[in-house]
């Protein structure tokens, strides 16, 4: 009787839901399952940040309608935060807008800047929501292939220029989700250029920025020449402070953007709870070491994962940065979840569920504690070992 609305029969199944329901539904049946699955981190937000939050909410002047573009104090401290780490000068006022975690401003950004039938450039494999995004606001997506060649970055001279005529904004992500890859200054500035040629828009998704490993800081998008003239950086503090389920993040970059976002969210959504906006000052404020640490935990974990799947003959590219290993399979990248999963119960996301050219990839995310890694990797060279 009630029939869903033509764009979401349009949307893919949301990959990462299906997943989760895979492993609670296995986990009702009594298995112990291993997910390397949904990129959820396992660690605790850090003691201060709980702390901070506690504190804001015993005060009552937080508990009304949030509006506009978020406290102006957290705003400041986000600032001052990308000055500190990135030498970027963003105005608080003007040029950043809190978020209900990056995937809501991800998601609705195209709504205050495409038409029907704009088409934006999406990266592949890919975070689903540019996708999705695209999709609702009536738009069209066309999808650049990252492949490993290019080091997992857009090749612009390969889009058709029917494509380019009614293109209106490029995604990108890095560092990458899924495939780990970083992108250099000279990779960063060419799609600068190429928007501004163009008149496009990017949207750069930076949700994994302090994620990174032996000690090499990814670039910062902002920090480019000429990006804060056509680009606007999403990122949150879900990744960087284990705070998913906190829902908190923040759109900054150029003016129009920003305020063009600001304004749909006031007519949909009334703005980010004010105690955790308070909670993430003491996250961008205070010190960075629980963040240090994180980082080293990851490494670890990184380093155990690569040398148990070298060790079962895979070639592995070490990643430099986010939670996830890219790994490369011989074989269709569904059937080598499923047999992982039937056989040894252990969750990883089949490639093609971020695209086509994820394809012969699965992903594995390193939100799981040593020792479950190597378990992982027992019940796994069982499987390989089968013929
Ligand atoms: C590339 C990328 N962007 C954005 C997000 C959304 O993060 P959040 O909405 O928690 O800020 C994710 C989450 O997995 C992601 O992988």
Not at 78 to 89: E, L, M, R, T, W
Not at 170 to 195: G, H, I, Q, R, W
Request: include cysteine.
């Amino acid at each position: 009787m009630f029939e869903l609305s033509k764009k979401m029969n349009e949307l893919p199944p949301y990959l990462f839901a299906e997943i989760d329901k895979k492993r609670k539904s296995l986990i009702s049946e009594g298995y112990e399952v291993i997910s390397f699955g949904v990129g959820d981190p396992d660690l605790p937000t850090p003691k201060r940040v709980v702390e901070a939050m506690k504190r804001a909410v015993d005060d009552p002047s937080v508990y009304r309608y949030p509006f506009g573009k978020g406290r102006s104090d957290f705003r400041r401290a986000i600032a001052d935060y990308y000055k500190k780490y990135s030498d970027v000068d963003l105005d608080f006022e003007k040029e950043i807008c809190v978020l209900i975690g990056s995937k809501e401003g991800i998601a609705h950004f195209p709504l205050a800047f495409i038409n029907p039938g704009d088409v934006n450039l999406i990266p592949e494999p890919g975070y689903p929501v540019y996708q999705i995004g695209t999709i609702l606001a009536g738009g069209i997506p066309y999808f650049m292939p990252l492949k490993e060649q290019n080091d997992f970055l857009p090749d612009f001279g390969k889009i058709p220029d029917s494509i380019l005529k009614n293109a209106k904004i490029l995604y990108l992500n890095y560092p990458n989700n899924p495939t780990s890859a970083c992108a250099d200054s000279s990779f960063l500035k060419e799609a600068v250029a190429f928007c501004k040629k163009r008149g496009l828009i990017i949207l750069y998704d930076a949700a994994y920025h302090e994620i990174y490993f032996d000690g090499k800081r990814p670039t910062s998008f902002l920090s480019i020449p000429g990006a804060k003239d056509i680009g606007i950086e999403i990122h949150s503090l879900s990744k960087t402070y284990n705070m998913t389920g906190w829902r908190i993040g923040w759109a900054c970059g150029n003016e129009k953007l920003v305020s063009g976002l600001a304004t749909l969210k006031e007519n949909i959504d009334s703005g980010t709870f004010e105690a955790i906006q308070i909670a993430g000052i003491e996250c961008l404020s205070g010190p960075q070491d629980d963040v240090e640490q994180m980082r080293k935990t990851y490494q670890k974990r990184r380093d155990v994962l690569v040398e148990c799947l070298r060790k079962l003959n895979f070639q592995v590219k070490i990643p430099q940065a986010t939670f996830y290993l890219w790994l490369k399979i011989n074989e269709g990248s569904l059937s080598f979840a499923e047999k992982l999963l039937l056989k040894a119960n252990i969750i990883v996301t089949p490639g093609i569920g971020f695209g086509d050219s994820g394809e012969g990839y699965v992903r594995f995310a390193l939100t799981i504690d040593e020792e479950k890694i190597k378990k992982a990797m027992e019940k796994m060279s069982n499987v390989m070992g089968e013929k």
